[in-house]
């Protein structure tokens, strides 16, 4: 089993971080981690994501032409272009956020989110609204802290984090975590030991969810919004990404 990992953003760095985390998470796949070549460094805005989109989307149709993955995902805590990459894809694409957010309601009662910058809650919340999740997430939180700095942890910046955890666990009655940045990955376990909760990465639990449907024999349903886009002209430099 191939499972494709895409960080649509451009840092390197953050890759390898990803990539870790996504083959401590697996059990039987080979992880093939690409990074997006289009945009920016990091993607903490509804402008930079839309940057990302198209190169990430080069990534998926080549993936998908080349045909040997059992499933992709977009780590990314946005999502960003997953509705387009289903349509694109002939495998089961998971978005970090939503495979998050989706194996912390099966954990647990009640779970908060903590991203990084405050200007990003609105893309959370627009996931949590499309999971239909609401009632199961008590809180979306902000520690303030660039996905820049996650690259190379230090100290002061885990404290930092920890410190928003921490106000969630006392202040949200809550009995699991999401961690909403894919820079957080590496730090699941370690939250978990010092809140004692569940801490929930997304990277770990999107390689899974694709794991399970992999193993169950499960195809995506290409009907409606999920169907193959229709076949007609492009013009530009994503041309390449029409049908035939």
Do not use: W
Not at 119 to 128: F, G
Not at 181 to 203: F, K, R, T, Y
Request: charged share 20%; glycine share 6%; net charge negative.
């Amino acid at each position: 089993m191939k499972l494709h990992v895409i960080n649509p953003n451009t840092s390197t760095a953050m890759s390898e971080k990803i990539a870790d985390a996504a083959r401590a998470a697996s059990t039987r796949a080979d992880i093939v981690m690409l990074t997006n070549s289009d945009g920016a460094a990091s993607l903490e805005s509804h402008f930079e994501e839309a940057l990302a989109v198209p190169g990430m989307l080069s990534l998926v149709d080549q993936i998908t032409r080349e045909g040997e993955s059992s499933g992709i995902v977009i780590a990314c805590f946005g999502d960003p272009g997953v509705a387009a990459a289903r349509e694109l894809a002939d495998v089961p694409v998971v978005g970090i956020a939503e495979a998050a957010m989706r194996t912390a309601a099966a954990l647990a009662r009640r779970f908060s989110v903590v991203t990084t910058l405050a200007r990003t809650l609105p893309m959370a919340e627009a996931i949590l609204a499309h999971t239909g999740l609401e009632h199961s997430c008590a809180r979306l939180r902000a520690c303030e802290v660039e996905v820049s700095r996650l690259e190379h942890m230090e100290p002061a910046v885990y404290q930092q984090l920890f410190d928003e955890c921490q106000r969630a666990v006392i202040e949200d009655d809550i009995d699991a975590l999401v961690l909403g940045c894919a820079g957080m990955a590496d730090l699941n376990q370690q939250l978990s030991h010092d809140l004692g909760i569940p801490v929930i990465d997304g990277v770990a639990a999107a390689i899974q969810q694709l794991e399970g449907l992999a193993a169950l024999g499960l195809t995506p349903a290409k009907r409606a919004d999920r169907a193959t886009p229709p076949v007609k002209a492009l013009s530009g430099p994503y041309a390449h990404l029409a049908r035939r």
